[in-house]
C-alpha cells in the first residue's frame, strides 16, 4: 500500500494551495485519511482528518481556513487550504488507517509528505 502526495509548493502569505493524496495498492476499506504536518525543528501534528461518512476534524489553528475532503471510490483525499500564513511553512504528511481484508485489523500508512512553503 503506498500513499502518494501532491500539490505543494511555494505560496505568498493570503494564498491558496490544495493538496492532493491518492491511495494505492491492496487495499479493502479506508476508514480515515487524514494530513499532518511537520514543520522544521517541531513535532508532527494534525491537520485535520475525515472518515468514511465524511465526518472530518481540524486542528484549531487551521479551522476556516482549510477544508478536508475524500473520494471514497478513488481512495484519495485533499485538503484546501486557504489564507495560508507563513506558520504554516511544514512538510505535509497524508495518513490512511486501512484495512487489506474483509474483517482486517486496521493498519496505518504514511505518504512521503510534500513540502508547503508560505513567504511573508
Known amino acids: 500500500v503506498q500513499l502518494v502526495e501532491s500539490g505543494g509548493g511555494l505560496v505568498q502569505a493570503g494564498g491558496s494551495l490544495r493538496l492532493s493524496c491518492a491511495v494505492s495498492?491492496?487495499?479493502?476499506?479506508?476508514?480515515?485519511m487524514g494530513w499532518y504536518r511537520q514543520a522544521p525543528g517541531k513535532q508532527r501534528e494534525l491537520v485535520a482528518t475525515?472518515?468514511?461518512?465524511?465526518?472530518?476534524d481540524y486542528a484549531d489553528s487551521v479551522k476556516g481556513r482549510f477544508t478536508i475532503g475524500r473520494d471514497n471510490a478513488s481512495n484519495t483525499v485533499y485538503l484546501q487550504m486557504n489564507s495560508l500564513k507563513p506558520e504554516d511553512t511544514a512538510r505535509y504528511y497524508c495518513?490512511?488507517?486501512?484495512?487489506?481484508?474483509?474483517?482486517?485489523?486496521?493498519?496505518?500508512?504514511w505518504g512521503k509528505g510534500t513540502l508547503v512553503t508560505v513567504s511573508s
Open positions: 495518513k490512511g488507517i486501512y484495512s487489506d481484508v474483509e474483517g482486517g485489523s486496521p493498519m496505518d500508512c
Open positions: 495498492g491492496r487495499i479493502f476499506s479506508v476508514a480515515l
Open positions: 475525515i472518515k468514511t461518512g465524511g465526518s472530518a
